[in-house]
T-cell receptor, first 112, second 114 residues
Framework: GENVEQHPSTLSVQEGDSAVIKCTYS??????FPWYKQELGKGPQLIID???NVGEKKDQRIAVTLNKTAKHFSLHITETQPEDSAVYFC???????????WGAGTKLIIKP | ETGVTQTPRHLVMGMTNKKSLKCEQH?????MYWYKQSAKKPLELMFV???????ENNSVPSRFSPECPNSSHLFLHLHTLQPEDSALYLC?????????????FGSGTRLTVV
């Protein structure tokens, strides 16, 4: 079955610098790749997603890139701010499916 | 609030107790989910309901029993739990039964089994 690996498990960056979180997936049929952000004491929240027919998608300071050949996708956060501190989860699925396969999460720490 | 409300926020129960977790959404969504979240592990899908009918029971032990009386409410009934069941239990909803609609999660119930 599908498997999603996420790295690193913890990432600490200086405020204002960029952060990159990487995920790899095993099922080449997967075509939908969301990213969720979980702040302390809250449930995960969808922040951006990408479908396999595009290679990159941007929304203000966040962007996601997809390399279908290598079966990996990445979350990029530029000009990091304290409110970016959270746990970030990647996931993969078929967009017609109801079950996401999740990564184990990356704890992002923004140092002042 | 995210639109999905879970109660209680925290629950401590003994292994012989019976308790229930409640989830409520007024987003007009047709699908609802129970997830288990343990530290440093991927989220584990437990149950899926679509239009109040159970679609998925992901090999979950029978000590967890879901109930969906209507499209706005979802319960998880707990009995004779084990300490390894201690975790954050998340409820989510989506417009329909497909991941690309995006999930709206509640804030979870932090369960501790003693």
């Amino acid at each position: 079955g599908e498997n999603v690996e996420q790295h690193p498990s913890t990432l600490s960056v200086q405020e204002g610098d960029s952060a990159v979180i990487k995920c790899t997936y095993s099922d080449s049929a997967s075509n939908y790749f969301p990213w969720y952000k979980q702040e302390l004491g809250k449930g995960p929240q969808l922040i951006i997603d990408i479908r396999s027919n595009v290679g990159e998608k941007k929304d203000q300071r966040i962007a996601v890139t997809l390399n279908k050949t290598a079966k990996h996708f990445s979350l990029h956060i530029t000009e990091t701010q304290p409110e970016d501190s959270a746990v970030y989860f990647c996931a993969a699925s078929l967009n017609s499916n109801y079950q996401l396969i999740w990564g184990a999460g990356t704890k992002l720490i923004i140092k002042p | 609030e995210t639109g999905v409300t879970q109660t209680p926020r925290h629950l401590v129960m003994g292994m012989t107790n019976k308790k229930s977790l409640k989830c409520e959404q007024h987003l007009g969504h047709n699908a609802m989910y129970w997830y288990k979240q343990s530290a440093k592990k991927p989220l584990e899908l437990m149950f899926v309901y679509s239009l109040e009918e159970r679609v998925e029971n992901n090999s979950v032990p029978s000590r967890f029993s879901p109930e969906c009386p209507n499209s706005s409410h979802l319960f998880l009934h707990l009995h004779t739990l084990q300490p390894e069941d201690s975790a954050l239990y998340l409820c989510a909803s989506s417009q329909d039964l497909a991941v690309n609609y995006g999930y709206t999660f509640g804030s979870g119930t932090r369960l501790t089994v003693v």
